[in-house]
């Protein structure tokens, strides 16, 4: 059962840009407190890359995007975005949604605070 339904992958230049989006397939509990992304390449551990706030905004990256991808949310759409620029080979991954609907707090990790995944879209940067 699909709720978290992530869009706009694809194969781009290194120094390209992607913007990927994550909407809930149907509403799952409300308001989500924490959406976030995260990536996996072939033969490597889930990495964190962005993590937002929804009541306030506010977000957290990891190290290997900061400067270069942006997390941004539409609140009335449940929906989180994901702006990659400057984009590296090592950005080639399946970048997966993530979302958590209770408490009060955001973290970027671990990966088990999230409660909901998406499928995952698959992100190729090529030279």
């Known amino acids: 059962q699909v709720q978290l339904v992530e869009s706009g992958g694809g194969s781009v230049q290194a120094g390209g840009s992607l913007r990927l989006s994550c909407a809930e397939s149907?509403?799952?509990?409300?308001?989500?407190?924490?959406m976030a992304w995260f990536r996996q390449a072939p033969g490597t551990e889930r990495e964190a890359v962005a993590a937002i706030y929804t009541k306030s905004g506010s977000s957290s990256y990891g190290d290997s995007v900061k400067g270069r991808f942006a997390i941004s949310q539409d609140p009335a759409k449940n929906t989180v975005y994901l702006q990659m620029n400057s984009l590296k080979l090592e950005d080639t991954a399946i970048y997966f949604c993530?979302?958590?609907?209770?408490?009060?707090?955001?973290?970027?990790?671990?990966?088990?605070?999230?409660?909901?995944w998406g499928q995952g879209t698959q992100v190729t940067v090529s030279s």
């Open positions: 149907e509403p799952i509990e409300g308001v989500p407190v924490c």
């Open positions: 993530a979302a958590h609907y209770r408490g009060s707090i955001c973290r970027l990790w671990p990966s088990t605070d999230y409660d909901y």
